[in-house]
């Protein structure tokens, strides 16, 4: 098997065609995982495939995997990092970035740099509803109340359905009104509500709160 690796290298080496590379990479990393049962090699020669096509789902899908198995998700995100700077193709960007987030979020357990990554994702699309949905979840987990506010104002924009849309700003207002001490901010959110939907009952229930507490 060393040596079907070895004749696979130099086959990679007189050829530019990048799919034919790709899949030279990919036979000698299944060499390495089955015939020899080495996943650090199978992993790193992922690595080579994916830096020479980001973009092929079968490298990506086959890298993770190995990463689950030996450990190497920093590597993974430190290689997605890399691709991710060259990337100008808005979809692709998108899809990258929220790859990076997911892993902070979920394998790595980094918050911080999850918020980056979701931010990210957003540089390339603004509406991206996943990062949008993903920054509020880890604000309001983190107790950031000013940035949830933000996200829950940009879910708001891009909500898929009027329900969705009053569900989402009465909680803009409840964190205005509660956590941020922004009456008038919250007052307008009740107010867009009602307008909206006037036996909206939570609404109702805050408004005449607010009207108990002496807010005019």
Known sequence: WPKLISVHEVQIRHTDDVARRVELFHQIAQIYEVRLDQTRPAFETYARAVKEDVANEDSLAAFERLA???NGWPEVVALYDEQLKGITDRDRGVEMALRIAQI??????DLDNAVVGYRRALDFDPENKAAIRSLARLYEAGGNAPELAEALRKEIAVADSPEEILELRF???RLLQVQLNDLDG???CY???LAAAPEHAQT???VELLFAEGVK
Do not use: D, F, K, P
């Open 191 to 193: 107010r867009e509500i």
């Open 68 to 70: 689950e198995l030996s």
């Open 186 to 188: 919250a007052i307008e």
């Open 204 to 206: 109702l229930s805050a």
């Open 104 to 109: 902070y979020e979920v394998q790595l357990g």
């Open 171 to 173: 909680r803009l207002g």
